[in-house]
């Protein structure tokens, strides 16, 4: 068990559709962030959170939003979808002066 | 843009040492090696990291040159359970905007019986 929940695993949605994905992390995780992973591709960096306030954004679109709550969930939202936003969208956080990121195993998205 | 370049890929028997390179030339003096890796269908995993001395932990060993200009992950007796993607990452340890990891395509290490 990873500690990061990440809800659902697979989504198809129509594209101008707008979808939220959802991530449970361990009590304490207080910065989580978001990423787009494309096939064969590195992840990409959406945007993090800290205390439920942004401090990070990677070069993506306003149409991609976030928030954090204060029971260490969180949500990725896109709205008008566009089939280049199919992809394995992963959450990961973690604790003040932890070692590195727990990750969960993704939402694979495809938009049709 | 990722500000690492490993091979694409590279095989290793089981229960060899797999050494996977890195090479960060323009690495900054206050950012970190981080390595992390993925299994097939799984979120990424965190390895092991370090600033410019050799680290060890119950998963790797971390070998980083003197000019930190290159580096190099070993996992000492590499199992079937090893087979993943390993992506070598620079971060800046200091709190600011620059938190984001940046990743390249890292390396596709397959460990044969």
């Known amino acids: 068990e990873t500690g990061v929940t990440q809800s659902p695993t697979h989504l198809i949605k129509t594209r101008g559709q707008q979808v939220t994905l959802r991530c449970s992390s361990q009590s304490g995780h207080n910065t989580v962030s978001w990423y787009q992973q494309a096939l064969g591709q590195g992840p990409q960096f959406i945007f993090q959170y800290y205390r439920e306030e942004e401090n990070g954004r990677g070069n993506f679109p306003p149409r991609f939003s976030g928030l954090q709550f204060p029971n260490y969930s969180s949500e990725l939202n896109v709205n008008a979808l566009e089939l280049d936003d199919s992809a394995l969208y992963l959450c990961?956080?973690?604790?003040?002066?932890?070692?590195?990121?727990?990750f969960g195993s993704g939402t694979r998205l495809t938009v049709v | 843009d990722a500000k690492t370049t490993q091979p694409p890929s590279m095989d290793c028997a089981e229960g060899r040492a797999a050494n996977l390179p890195c090479n960060h030339s323009?690495?900054?003096?206050?950012?970190?090696v981080y390595w992390y890796r993925q299994i097939h269908s799984q979120g990424p995993q965190y390895i092991i990291h370090?600033?410019?001395?050799?680290e060890t932990n119950e998963m790797a060993s971390l070998i980083i040159t003197e000019d930190r200009k290159s580096s190099t992950l070993i996992l000492p007796h590499a199992t079937l359970r090893d087979t993943a993607v390993y992506y070598c990452?620079?971060?800046?340890?200091?709190?600011?905007?620059?938190?984001?990891?940046?990743w390249g395509l890292g390396t596709s290490l397959a460990v044969n019986p």
């Open positions: 323009t690495i900054s003096g206050n950012e970190y």
């Open positions: 990961a956080s973690r604790a003040t002066g932890a070692l590195g990121y727990t």
């Open positions: 990452i620079v971060r800046a340890s200091n709190a600011g905007n620059n938190r984001k990891l940046i």
């Open positions: 370090g600033l410019k001395n050799n």
